[in-house]
């Protein structure tokens, strides 16, 4: 397992790489570091687009996938392993009225982790 800088990448290849960041471009840079028959999975709801890559990226095997229609059991189930890895998060909190800056910003990709709405 590792967590660091997409741009610096990994010390090793990794068997798979899942994106959180609602990033497109973080696409490409994670097929440069999974091993042939890799992944990526691109687990946020929401995502700008994907820009083009070499082809040479996703030979070998590797796929890029997403997810969908996760369940309440499904996200249960990871916040009790979640402990166990460990995950750590990053919040940027907004001000209710801040709703659209807080979207916007993450439309773009200027937000770093995830965007937490206060009344």
Request: charge should be negative; aromatic fraction near 6%.
């Amino acid at each position: 397992m590792w967590a660091g800088d997409a741009a610096a990448g990994p010390p090793d290849e990794l068997d798979a790489v899942i994106v959180f960041a609602p990033v497109g471009a973080l696409v490409p840079a994670a097929l440069r570091h999974v091993r042939k028959g890799g992944s990526v999975v691109c687990a946020g709801i929401h995502m700008s687009d994907i820009p083009t890559f070499p082809y040479e990226s996703l030979w070998g095997e590797r796929s890029v996938r997403s997810v969908a229609n996760l369940t309440r059991a499904d996200g249960e189930d990871f916040l009790s392993l979640a402990p166990t890895i460990p995950v750590r998060t990053e919040v940027e909190t907004f001000p209710l009225e801040r709703a659209n800056e807080a979207l916007e910003r993450l439309r773009s990709g200027a937000l770093r982790g995830a965007a937490v709405l206060m009344p």
